[in-house]
């Protein structure tokens, strides 16, 4: 055991003995320990450096608003994980562990350098300095900041942990199991209500488990043992889930909650067995009762941040739960009774404790009993510095003055090898106002406490403002009667005994003989702002609290201010001179603790990212050897290269065979829409451009469809089936919000109209065959059938069969070449396509992939929505007039064409560019600009699509150019980085302008 | 997260639901007599505010249909919920 092991509990089985690694240190902690209370039965209490000015800091508390000791656990392994908290790691055997925002150690730290030019880094200095000059930021501040202030280092490789994602329901949820959870979750189940607990330690009962103090009884017995009692029988309880290492993420609307259960992080690395590490929950509870408690002030003074310097209630915890005393000559600073236990544990223990209390008096008995054991205490005093550099060995301190504005009388020094301070108790009100919940100030004790107005969850315990046990226990019980309707409970007539307190004195900022801008008092410790920096904030004009956070990043680390908040407020309000209840709250959002990345995306990774969809010719395809490309959800074929031919080469090849022979192309992803009901042509009226009411039965059209506000939204050709009914199809992309938008219109806006809408992408595969050669290929498939121009004419469908299965031909193109269409059951696609491989073959047919789909549609200046369109382009942009019908009354989209700034001259239109040099093939997304003279220079537009066109042999491209419609042939320039390459504005259309191979 | 009455299906989770926007915005029937102000007025005025207001929602990962909803903004309580066509409830 080492020297600051000083006492046994039950909660730290000082049987077994776990060895761990920090620094690169080996120490010994044992079973029940968590890395921090482990450090300090070391004597280790410097444990990692401030983040501005490297100042070193130590263990600070024993929960989650911790803001010193931050670790980086397990590095150089996969599961190294920065930003841990060493008062919320369960020991375990081999952990190794690092302090953070320190280097090259934490004991000599080159960054401490900060702490001497301190006078030089005030709020806002990053704002301020690293302005000027422009030309330094990139080269040296930034890099200087990340180094300086990196807060720990990622894993560089995949997460191997499993990560699980649970939806629950339950009548009632209690966040917290300290006391008042005890018992709100000991009634609800009793009462036959589903409940969960949810705990973020691996034990219940707060605080009050290591709370065994004279003044401190539950109906005779110790607190501590009438909890362990409680804990017991709620253990036993069948409506009850307790979930202990389970902490609350989030309090969202409607009584929605998301907590992390931690499984297997508190277990030695190689007993994880890749089982899963932490699971989140997502919670629909009926009714929530928030216990979360509160948390211990510190009190802001002059070097209130050195090694040693710990939360009053934390000491208690490390000396009456884990049996380590973190000092051996120990001084409390404190301005209310709680601190006076941590004084009466000390002294039951024999180790010596003074007390430093800057109220004028207490005779409560808590204090009575303190005196009365030989504790020594200052009244009326506080501290005005403090010594020590790794840690603290003394204390300077002075009387306060009669109004407390002021120090008076002589200094006087105290050694000590640790400080415990505390400035009061903080609800715990995180998760009342996350769920919306108001707050409200209480002047006495300088709190805010809930106001409840939502029915569905209350707050009880000192999370509530209740601090003293003997309210906290009745009035929980008698709050969680009220909300879940039970008229009596075992709670009713527990007698409580306390110590009441009876004094109180609050000083957010204690006063100094040395000036305010010499003091270094500490209110965010992990983000190192200061008591000076909050009201030069202030001089310097900042009112909100919200801004005075951001300038001075205080409450802004990764503990959220949970230490810090008050007093910033306080301090604020002090120097502004208004009451603190006005100024109102920071927001607290979620997380209350940082969640991991894994648990938020839980299964959600590797292949189950997403959906992916694939067509049913799908194995053909990677039989082939194609490359795939992502579009939307699915997969399509890039391209398919042949031995390790390039994209450009597969692409070259597959395009000069389709238009030289036959190409064939899995089209099977455009979105398909069946369009059924006596208002089906009207409809399609209304939703394209252009005029379907006159199309025929068995005759397809292609449709330009808008959003209200002209520009292009979707395109593709729709087939007449029958009398009221059309078959749509659509960009594969926009196949899902063309559906949502067309069903918003019909129930929206014309749900007169009997129209039925049905998705059908799945249900076909699409074989698309295309070259002066498809035709024949098409007669061998389907040799009953006449394909001749005047039987089977472009743009009409008709019905086949291939044995005796039926399939839709459209003979429709895309590429400008002679083209079919065969659609068939989705179950068939593969046999179809194989069947359409194997009779091509003669004519060498070519499967192409998207690319060179785009390369054959750009070559006919066809353009495709999304990439020649970005969601402000007209039709009439695009050159497409031909496609606006000028006779219908309206369809979506029509006025807008029309507005003064659609009719705009100078607008974006589509134009076709050619290289002066006919190999040189611009970048997709290149700047176009007519005059390189005139700065700066204007960007008049933009290549939208480019390609080298194997079948004209020179390179095209599609542009947007301002005013491109009167430009043609003008020369233009495209500067690239470096070169600027000479265009000419051409007509977009480049190949066969007189439409002759669509019927060849 | 709220939790949402589809007047078809019933209390769904919010995820399967979609916002369209300010309800009772109805589309003109003669565009072509508006002139730009007017249209515009149509086309892009949306009130947003923070209160009590008049939403579409559409059921999108449920029954698909489209529907309205009465939401204070400030606190995400939800008033009333009515099929399209339906009078807004007066309060
Ligand atoms: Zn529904």
Redesign the pocket.
């Given at each position: 055991m080492t020297k600051y092991r000083v006492n046994k509990t039950k909660h730290v089985d000082q049987t077994k003995t776990v060895s761990f690694n920090f620094d690169g240190k080996s120490y010994h902690g044992f079973d029940g320990d968590t890395l921090a209370s482990a450090l300090l039965s070391n004597g280790v209490h410097l444990v990692g450096r401030s983040f501005k000015y490297h100042r070193p800091r130590g263990i600070m508390s024993s929960g989650s608003e911790e803001p010193n000791a931050i670790c980086q656990i397990n590095e150089d392994t996969d599961l190294t994980e920065p930003n841990v908290r060493a008062t919320e790691i369960e020991l375990y055997e081999g952990l190794k562990s690092s302090s953070q925002n320190c280097w090259p150690s934490v004991n000599f730290d080159i960054g401490g350098i900060n702490n001497f030019i301190s006078p030089f880094i005030p709020a806002g200095f990053y704002y301020k300095t690293f302005m000027w000059p422009k030309s330094f930021w990139k080269k040296i501040y930034e890099p200087l900041i990340r180094w300086s202030a990196g807060l720990g280092k990622s894993p560089t490789k995949p997460d191997p942990e499993l990560y699980d994602h649970k939806h629950v329901h339950c009548d009632v949820l209690i966040i917290g199991g300290g006391i008042s959870g005890i018992i709100a979750s000991k009634i609800a189940a009793k009462n036959n209500l589903k409940t969960i607990l949810i705990e973020d330690k691996n034990i219940l009962g707060g605080s009050t488990i290591f709370q065994k103090n004279e003044n401190y009884k539950i109906n005779d017995k110790y607190s501590s043992e009438w909890i362990d009692e409680e804990i017991a029988e709620l253990k036993k309880l069948d409506n009850l889930t307790i979930k202990t290492r389970t902490s609350l993420a989030a309090y969202h609307s409607y009584n929605y909650l998301l907590a992390k259960e931690n499984i297997s992080d508190h277990l030695p690395l190689d007993k994880r067995n890749g089982d899963i590490r932490q699971r989140l929950w997502k919670i629909r509870a009926d009714k929530v009762i928030v216990a979360t408690g509160a948390i211990e002030r510190p009190l802001v003074f002059n070097n209130n941040d050195r090694p040693g310097i710990m939360l009053a209630n934390s000491v208690k915890k490390y000396l009456d739960f884990y049996g380590v005393s973190c000092g051996f000559n120990n001084v409390i600073f404190t301005n209310n009774d709680s601190a006076y236990e941590t004084a009466v544990s000390f002294k039951e223990k024999g180790i010596s404790v003074e007390i430093i209390d800057i109220r004028k008096k207490s005779n409560s008995k808590i204090v009575k009993n303190a005196e009365k054991l030989g504790v020594k205490i200052y009244w009326n005093s506080t501290i005005v510095n403090t010594f020590g550099h790794r840690k603290i060995n003394s204390i300077e301190i002075m009387n306060l003055s009669e109004d407390g504005s002021n120090v008076v009388g002589d200094k006087n020094r105290i050694n000590c090898d640790c400080l415990a301070v505390s400035g009061g108790w903080t609800p715990m009100v995180h998760m009342h106002t996350q769920s919306g919940g108001k707050l409200d100030f209480r002047e006495n004790d300088q709190i805010f406490i809930p106001t409840e107005i939502d029915k569905n969850h209350i707050n009880v315990g000192s999370c509530n403002g209740d601090f003293e046990l003997e309210e906290i226990i009745n009035n929980t019980n008698k709050k969680v009667k009220n909300f879940l309707k039970v008229s009596e409970t075992e709670f009713d007539n527990t007698s409580v005994l306390n110590s009441k307190e009876l004094d109180k004195r609050n000083i957010w900022l204690l006063p100094n003989y040395i000036s305010e801008g010499k003091c270094k008092s500490f209110i965010d410790f992990q983000n190192d702002s200061t008591a000076k920096d909050i009201k030069l904030a202030l001089r310097e004009g900042f009112k909100s609290i919200e801004h005075v956070k951001r300038y001075t990043t205080t409450g802004m680390a990764t503990d959220q201010g949970k230490l810090s908040n008050m007093h910033a407020l306080g301090i604020i309000a002090d120097t502004a001179g208004v009451k603190m209840g006005t100024l109102g709250i920071t927001t607290f959002r979620p997380p209350f603790t940082p969640l991991t990345f894994g648990s938020i995306v839980g299964r959600s990774v590797g292949k189950f990212f997403d959906i992916i969809r694939k067509t049913s010719i799908h194995e053909w395809h990677i039989q082939n050897n194609a490359k795939f490309e992502n579009v939307g959800q699915w997969k399509r074929p890039w391209y398919y290269p042949i031995n390790d031919e390039s994209l450009h080469d597969a692409v070259q090849r597959e395009s000069k065979a389709a238009r030289d022979s036959a190409g064939i192309l899995d089209a099977s992803t455009l979105g398909k829409i069946d369009i059924q009901g006596t208002d089906a042509s009207e409809f399609l009226n209304r939703v394209y451009t252009n005029t379907w009411s006159k199309l025929g039965i068995g005759k397809c059209r292609y449709g330009l469809m808008l959003n209200e506000d002209g520009m292009v939204y979707d395109d593709g050709v729709t087939t007449r089936l029958g009398e009221n009914h059309y078959l749509m199809t659509t960009t594969t992309g926009g196949a899902a919000n063309v559906l949502s938008k067309l069903e918003d219109y019909l129930q929206t806006e014309w749900p007169e109209l009997d129209v039925y809408l049905t998705s059908v992408t799945d249900h076909y595969s699409t074989a698309s065959i295309c070259g002066p050669n498809s035709k024949k290929i098409l007669t061998k498939i389907f040799p009953d059938k006449d394909f001749s121009d005047d039987a089977f004419p472009h743009m009409s469908y008709q019905n086949a069969k291939i044995d005796k299965i039926s399939c839709r031909i459209m003979r429709i193109s895309f590429t400008g070449e002679l083209s079919y269409e065969i659609n068939i059951e989705s179950k068939y696609g593969k046999s179809l396509w194989e069947k359409c491989i194997e009779v091509g073959k003669e004519f060498k047919i070519t499967p192409y992939g998207t690319e060179t789909m785009h390369l054959l549609r750009a070559e006919k200046g066809f353009i495709i929505v999304g990439q020649d369109t970005d969601g402000t382009m007209t039709p009439i942009d695009l050159q497409m007039d031909w496609i606006v019908s000028k006779k219908k009354y309206d369809f979506i989209g029509k006025r807008s064409l029309y507005r003064s700034d659609t009719i705009r001259e100078n607008r974006k239109q589509l134009v076709g560019l050619l290289t002066d040099d006919p190999n040189e093939v611009l970048e997709e997304g290149a700047q176009i600009v007519s005059d390189m003279k005139k700065k700066p220079i204007e960007m008049i537009g933009h290549v939208t699509s480019s390609y080298f066109s194997p079948n004209l042999n020179k390179s095209i491209a599609l542009a947007v150019v301002k005013n491109g419609k009167k430009m043609s042939g003008q020369k233009l320039i495209v500067p690239m980085e470096n070169k600027n390459i000479n265009v000419t504005v051409s007509e977009s259309v480049f190949l066969d302008k007189e439409n002759k191979r669509i019927n060849a | 997260m709220f939790l949402i009455n589809?007047?078809?299906?019933?209390e769904?989770d919010q995820s399967?639901?979609s916002c369209g926007g300010e309800a009772h915005i109805v589309r003109p029937k003669q565009p072509t007599e508006l002139s730009d102000d007017q249209w515009a007025e149509y086309l892009f005025m949306r009130k947003n505010i923070k209160g009590v207001q008049f939403e579409r929602w559409n059921?999108a990962h449920?029954?698909?249909?489209w529907?309205n909803m009465v939401r204070d903004t400030s606190n995400d309580k939800i008033h009333a919920v009515y099929k399209m066509g339906e009078k807004p409830p007066v309060e």
């Open positions: - | 589809c007047p078809y299906c019933g769904r399967e639901f059921h449920g029954c698909r249909k529907f």
